[in-house]
């Protein structure tokens, strides 16, 4: 082979490598995709877990009740955690206080039935 047909081959090698390397990502997960809880997710990547409480089962929050909440630094607000668990499906959400390891902690109700609430710096609801 040629010298010049070996430069124009490593010339398209190096400058279009780095194409073939990049990812886009767009849109939304398909509707029956699995959460990360329950695929097991990428370990390293900060995502809250997506389920929610269970209403056929009082004082539960379906696989949310077996999240393990994660220590850290918790940068959320007392307002936002708030909303977070009235997404979650819980009412009359009082006591909330972020203890020494990041969780912020409190009570509320699930279908008329009090529980222990927590939440992580992930998002991540739980009940107690």
Excluded: C
């Amino acid at each position: 082979m040629s010298p010049r047909a070996l430069s124009m081959i490593a010339a398209i090698l190096i400058l279009g490598g780095p194409a073939f390397a990049q990812t886009t990502t767009s849109g939304s997960p398909a509707p029956d995709s699995k959460t990360s809880a329950k695929s097991g997710g990428q370990e390293a990547v900060t995502r809250p877990n997506t389920d929610k409480p269970e209403a056929s089962k009082p004082a539960t929050a379906h696989s949310a009740a077996d999240a393990k909440l994660e220590e850290g630094s918790n940068s959320f607000t007392e307002a936002q955690m708030h909303k977070r668990l009235e997404n979650a499906g819980y009412k009359d959400i009082k006591g909330l206080k972020k203890d020494d390891k990041g969780i912020w902690r409190g009570q509320a109700t699930l279908n008329g039935k009090a529980v222990n609430v927590g939440v992580d710096f992930k998002g991540n609801v739980a009940a107690q």
